[in-house]
């Protein structure tokens, strides 16, 4: 049964009017440069501060997302806002230190990066594993979620739901390109925003305000910092591993660095990760502690939570008033799209540069454009084609599909961090680094599946058992110690290889002694996040 009424269902009809608007606004105001590839995939490298600040949130927090982090602050407190907190920190390194190589190495892609700096084998690995990856969960992970929601709140079939998010959300990716999908989702990234303080602030005012939140729930719901023994989320894996995994997805993962490839200059891509990094401490707020307002008001006896996932459509179907209930399923949605259109997006960027461009070099503009379109296209008919078989997917076989990134990010975090701080490893390195770590990781996602099999006081038991951001720590420390050691014991990378992709070799124009306004802004303004991130962590402490 649908739970929205008249003025609900008015509210999404509008959102997706001003959805397809901006879309055919933005093609239309560009349809002069759609034939270049640089234009399709990187919207022309002109875009500004804030259409990436807008788009990193955006395309970052998917309908998923906003669940889990619900369902999950339901059932555990505040804990798991800790990787939101630390994505504002990660989004600095990003700006500082990456972007000034990404851009002035001029690369489309990741992988095109990983070729510049060591080989091709590493352009072909990392292509490889994120065209996969992305397929196999990004894409299957936002169809899902986009079933529920619409079954779940708008009480539409889940096929049918799942259908009409994937053909729209292709529609307006496949005509526009990048510049159309920052645009969108820079649009919806108000409406998430904005259904969600609708959440936060109905649920605490049903509570009796944030008080009544504490007195209810107590400390420990509301601490970010938990023992190291705890299963889900130890200190030590917080501050040690988490990083990590934030590296990998903030630093070199196309889906999210493809906004920054897409700035006018350094200076507008710095601004846009900075956007970024204060977009990031909404989370916490807006997405994680409604879940704590609900798990607070099932102890008051004031609505029914039956599992900790229900925390949100709880909360939309007993506190929302008629109209709020379409603006906060119209932020559901918005969050769908914009991370649907952003793997869209990125996957036929990395299939046509890195494999169809890679194949066939002298591939004109309008080709390239036009292979990256079919293979959104494709993309759309294999995720229309994966609904039937999700419900036939072992839920053990699915979590394997969900940790294969987290298990592979550690050695691509070293061979990008160690690529551009250090001169001296080189391609044999990084193919040691990455495949050893491949092969590590994945024994490790065998062994944990496997865990009740195992005998409990076993060395592979205590393999598959460590809490999985303490692995990530190991692997990473794993994979750095083989990069260092296969470089140091093979021949040095050339030196036109390293011109201006590490520190040792970039080229300095600037003034250091005399740095421009923007930059002292921008150094004040990163100052001042680091000092929020800090206050987020000792109130919650």
Not at 216 to 230: E, I, N, R, S
Request: charged fraction near 10%; include cysteine.
């Amino acid at each position: 049964m649908s739970l929205l009424g008249g003025a609900d269902w008015a509210i999404i009809v509008v959102y997706f009017l001003l959805v397809f608007g901006v879309a055919i606004w933005v093609t239309l105001r560009e349809r002069a440069k759609r034939g270049t590839s640089t234009d399709y995939f990187l919207a022309g490298r002109d875009a500004g501060w804030f259409l990436i600040g807008g788009s990193l949130f955006a395309s970052n927090i998917g309908s998923e997302h906003l669940v889990g982090l619900a369902g999950t602050g339901a059932a555990s407190g505040v804990a798991v806002g800790q990787f939101e907190i630390l994505a504002s920190l990660i989004l600095l390194l990003l700006g500082w230190v990456f972007v000034p190589f990404y851009l002035s190495s001029g690369v489309f892609t990741m992988p095109e990066f990983l070729e510049r700096r060591y080989s091709e084998g590493a352009r072909w690995y990392l292509a490889v594993i994120s065209i996969v990856g992305y397929v196999l969960t990004k894409i299957s992970v936002t169809i899902a979620a986009g079933g529920i929601v619409f079954e779940a709140l708008m009480g539409i079939d889940f096929w049918t739901g799942a259908l009409v998010v994937v053909v729209i959300t292709g529609v307006y990716t496949i005509i526009g390109g990048l510049r159309v999908v920052l645009y969108t989702d820079l649009l919806q990234m108000f409406v998430l925003i904005g259904g969600a303080v609708a959440v936060t602030v109905l649920g605490l005012n049903a509570l009796g305000g944030w008080s009544a939140m504490t007195d209810t729930v107590g400390p420990t719901f509301l601490t970010l910092w938990k023992p190291m023994a705890d299963p889900d989320f130890p200190w030590t894996g917080i501050l040690f591993g988490a990083p990590i995994l934030g590296v990998w997805y903030w630093c070199t993962d196309q889906f999210i660095v493809q906004r920054v490839l897409a700035a006018h200059d350094q200076d507008q891509a710095r601004r846009g990760t900075l956007f970024g990094g204060y977009l990031k401490l909404l989370p916490l707020f807006l997405f994680v502690i409604p879940g704590v307002i609900a798990y607070a008001l099932s102890q008051q006896g004031k609505l029914q939570l039956e599992t900790p996932d229900q925390a949100l459509p709880t909360l939309i179907g007993v506190l929302l008033p008629a109209g709020l209930r379409g603006l906060v399923v119209a932020g559901l949605l918005a969050a769908l799209m914009s991370s649907l259109s952003s793997v869209f997006n990125s996957t036929s960027t990395l299939v046509t540069w890195d494999v169809y461009k890679k194949l066939r070099p002298d591939a004109s503009e309008r080709r390239l454009v036009l292979v990256g379109q079919v293979t959104t296209a494709v993309l759309v008919g294999f995720g229309l084609a994966w609904i039937p078989l999700m419900k036939l997917i072992s839920g053990q076989l699915y979590q394997y599909l969900q940790s294969v990134q987290a298990y592979i990010s550690p050695p691509i975090a070293a061979v990008f961090l160690l690529g551009i701080t250090w001169r001296r490893v080189n391609a044999q390195g990084a193919m040691a680094a990455l495949v050893s770590g491949f092969v590590l990781g994945m024994g490790r996602l065998v062994a944990e599946l496997n865990k009740a099999s195992l005998d409990g006081g076993g060395l592979l038991f205590t393999f598959a058992d460590i809490n999985f951001l303490h692995f990530a720590v190991f692997l990473f420390a794993f994979c750095t110690v083989v990069l260092v050691l296969v470089s140091l014991f093979t021949a040095p990378p050339p030196e036109e290889k390293l011109a201006g992709l590490t520190f040792a070799t970039v080229s300095r124009t600037r003034d250091e002694a005399h740095p421009p306004r923007w930059r002292r802004t921008d150094v004040l303004l990163s100052v001042l996040l680091v000092a929020c991130v800090g206050l987020v962590w000792l109130y919650f402490s």
